[in-house]
């Protein structure tokens, strides 16, 4: 069964910095495209970064520069980093199975929130 368990989220102040994680299990997570997806509150998923192989990478236009996603194979563990954080990122992110033209269907987690907030 594939599972997807986020972590890192929480209250943050404009500007500032989070790492959110995602521990995957279940399939073969080191041969996988991997995702980060998320909602806002009352708008539709939308997709954010894809991680290809050790060191392909794709951003939201929105995100490029401020978050980096990475992964570590040997723990089945995605990661991103966000920082110089807006409140316009806040949502809940989701870890998504697939790259950035499959992620938005594919599984995800149950999420981790993030808030930015004076």
């Known amino acids: 069964e594939v599972q997807l368990v986020e972590s890192g989220g929480g209250l943050v102040q404009p500007g500032g910095s989070l790492r959110l994680s995602c521990a995957a299990s279940?399939?073969?997570?080191?041969?996988?495209?991997m995702s980060w997806v998320r909602q806002a509150p009352g708008k539709g998923l939308e997709w954010v970064s894809s991680i290809y192989g050790p060191a392909g990478t794709l951003y939201k236009d929105a995100v490029k520069g401020r978050f980096t996603i990475s992964r570590d194979n040997d723990k089945n563990a995605l990661y991103l980093q966000l920082n110089s954080l807006k409140t316009e990122d806040t949502a809940m992110y989701y870890c998504?199975?697939?790259?950035?033209?499959?992620?938005?269907?594919?599984?995800r987690g149950q999420g981790t929130q993030v808030t930015v907030s004076s």
């Open positions: 279940g399939f073969n997570f080191s041969v996988n495209p």
């Open positions: 998504a199975r697939g790259g950035a033209s499959t992620a938005l269907a594919g599984t």
